[in-house]
């Protein structure tokens, strides 16, 4: 008898069954091994062991298979549009690579003059800052040269946004006719770039929301009115849920004022584009870009207009990912997010400079400089890695098709509860969504404060002989697209490490802390380490005079200056040791010895260390009152 389809399909769920359960197997030996235990001790299976949870509540699991595999999602351009928004991109352009101007006070002349220059040299759209530096009146003066149908232009002009835009469509209007015409493509869109529902909640400068409805009315074709800007939420500590959550919801209140105002729902979707915040996390802002497409285009089926439900998607790198210590990481964190926006389709990416989160004025690289890099990294992932010649080329990933599907599910569930409360308006002026992102912040700051989250140069590997920026900065919000409610990731460490400046600064010292070092270098040398690092992330400096005994320490004592020290070494040399040390620290005047390492490991009796210095601490707390201890203490504490 012929096998039938449905015995194959039996057997091959069997095999993936029997494969999963070897590696189940094989992952619980190791982790056993690991731990020192036998398998059947472990406290969950390997997969529950080896799963992450992210902070918008996701669960990741270790390994994906074929039993993940989902329906084909379709092709680009096509409904639900998970796979893009275009079907027709140019895949030797790819995504366009949109630089901002005008945030500064240069003159007309010379933002064209930058703008001609970028254009030449790899950019392939604008936006464009209306009121720092240029007026609405100078946009005529600003595109002077610019093919306005083959470059995609967006407006951020705050207050001025209606006349602004009006310039804009004036100059649109005025423009030569191309020598061929060619209808407005998903790449060639213009968005006027108005964003009053999530401006309203970030606290950015906005128009009149029914003035903006009224000019949606009548623009002509490849004009649209509204930007949904996540980066409102995303940078005052949303996570990407919530973010997407959000956008779809204030969406879809201009979507209600839209059709109200006598526009189709085709005509209405064709009236929105979507900013969205790209991170560092290359998986999440695939999935990001992709579910939003598949949420939008669910609402788009519920109106009625299934086929106008691309939506078309500016992805910026995420502002408060950006450091201000170390700040060129941030060269690796915006190239990490300009791939994942590139490879989870955003029809235009914008790539913040690696200096974007320090004010102005204590900058020390020229702006040119800045730009040309950010610029680049695009370039050389379009044009040398070419990763723009594929559209979609996640699509059908077992991990990021499953993580796109919970990411919707996430975001739409997450707008059905604003939609439970009345709607974005309603959500915005109770407080409901201030509350839901001051607690995805509140989650966020309490990942970084314990080091779960890493931030490279601020919370690990930070270089204490950076050049001092200046005081009080870590909390600036008045930097080009800085908004009121902007958190940056690493702003808790930065603020502590703005304190050591100032005390560096007023007394030539940072505030510094002893290390006191048993046995030999291979017993203590990974906990000085792991101190040393721990400290300097809140600005506070050691002296390490190297292995130690109880009698060298009240030498080590007077010459380190300072009332704070760490005792380091290995468990076995706390029990053999640990004890004299602490008294001979104790009697050299020092008023607080903490522990490198576990307390448990620290040999039983009535004298014990003050604190211990460890792995999942909340360092933020830690180090700013050992701050505290050290900027209260007088000069020569131990003398």
């Known amino acids: 008898m012929p096998q039938t389809t449905a015995s194959k399909s039996d ?7 029997e494969a999963y359960q070897a590696w189940s197997e094989a992952a619980a030996a190791v982790l056993a091994k690991s731990r020192r235990s036998t398998v059947e001790e472990l406290p969950a299976s390997a997969e529950e062991l080896l799963s992450t949870t992210t902070l918008d509540g996701l669960r990741i699991r270790p390994l994906y298979t074929r039993r993940d595999e989902n329906a084909e999602s379709g092709l680009p351009g096509g409904f639900p549009f998970v796979r893009g928004a275009d079907p027709d991109r140019d895949v030797t352009m790819g995504w366009r690579v949109t630089e901002r101007f005008g945030d500064d006070s240069t003159s007309a002349a010379d933002v064209n003059q930058s703008v001609l220059d970028a254009l030449s040299k790899g950019t392939s759209g604008l936006w464009l800052n209306v009121g720092a530096g240029i007026s609405p009146d100078d946009l005529a003066a600003v595109l002077d040269g610019v ?11 705050g207050a001025d946004g209606i006349a602004s835009a009006r310039a804009l469509l004036s100059v649109c209007a005025a423009a030569a006719a191309a020598p061929e015409s060619i209808a407005p493509t998903t790449s060639t869109i213009t968005s006027l770039g108005l964003s009053p529902l999530t401006a309203a909640f970030s606290g950015r400068a906005t128009v009149d929301i029914a003035e903006a409805t009224s000019l949606a009315a009548d623009l002509p074709a490849g004009v649209r ?6 980066t409102d939420f995303a940078t005052a500590g949303a996570d990407n849920g919530l973010e997407l959550a959000l956008q779809i919801a204030a969406a879809v209140t201009h979507l209600r004022d839209l059709t109200q105002a006598g526009l189709s729902p085709a005509d209405a979707l064709r009236q929105i ?8 996390d290359q998986f999440a ?7 939003l497409r598949k949420v939008w285009a669910r609402v788009a089926e519920v109106v009625g207009a299934p086929e106008a439900g691309a939506a078309i998607t500016h992805g910026v790198t995420d502002l408060a990912m950006q450091s201000q210590r170390d700040p060129w990481v941030n060269m690796l964190r915006t190239t990490i997010a300009s791939f994942g926006a590139g490879v989870g389709g955003a029809d235009q990416v914008t790539a913040l400079g690696f200096d974007a989160a320090i004010p102005v004025g204590s900058r020390t690289s020229s702006a040119s400089f800045s730009r040309r890099i950010a610029r680049n990294t695009q370039l050389l992932l379009l044009e040398e890695s070419n990763i723009g010649r594929v559209l979609d080329p996640a699509g059908g990933s077992w991990f990021v098709e499953s993580l796109t ?11 059905g509860q604003i939609e439970s409360v009345g709607g974005y308006r309603p959500a915005l002026d109770s407080g409901w969504i201030t509350d839901r992102v001051g607690a995805s912040l509140a989650n966020r700051e309490e990942s970084v404060a314990h080091r779960r989250t890493s931030v490279t140069g601020v919370n690990e590997f930070p270089n204490l002989d950076e050049k001092p920026l200046g005081s009080d900065v870590a909390g600036a919000t008045d930097v080009p697209l800085g908004a009121p409610r902007l958190a940056r990731v690493g702003r808790s460490f930065e603020e502590l490490r703005d304190r050591s400046d100032a005390v560096l600064a007023d007394t030539g010292r940072r505030p510094t802390v002893l290390l006191l070092p048993l046995g030999s270098v291979a017993e203590h040398n990974g906990r000085t380490t792991f101190i040393a690092n721990l400290l300097a992330a809140g600005g506070i400096s050691v002296v ?14 007077g010459d380190a200056n300072t009332s704070i020290a760490v005792i380091c070494g290995s468990k076995q ?7 004299t040390a602490l008294q001979a620290a104790r009697a050299a005047g020092l008023r607080t010895v903490l522990l490198a390492g576990p307390e448990k490991e620290w040999p039983d009796g009535d004298d014990r260390p003050d604190g211990s210095l460890r792995v999942g601490i909340d360092a933020v707390a830690i180090l700013r009152d050992l701050l505290d201890q050290l900027t209260d203490e007088p000069a020569g504490a131990t003398s």
């Open 225 to 230: 009115t509204f930007r949904v800007d996540g």
């Open 147 to 157: 093919y306005l149908d083959l470059i995609p232009v967006t407006l951020d002009a």
């Open 285 to 291: 802002t695939i999935a990001k870009f992709r579910a």
């Open 11 to 17: 057997r091959s769920d069997r095999s993936l069954d």
């Open 573 to 579: 040399r706390y029990a053999d040791d640990g004890a």
């Open 544 to 557: 390490n005079p190297g292995p130690l005994t109880a009698d060298d320490i009240p030498v080590a004592a």
């Open 273 to 280: 584009t979507f900013a969205v915040s790209a991170g560092d």
């Open 405 to 415: 599907d919970d990411l919707a599910s996430n975001a739409w569930t997450v707008f």
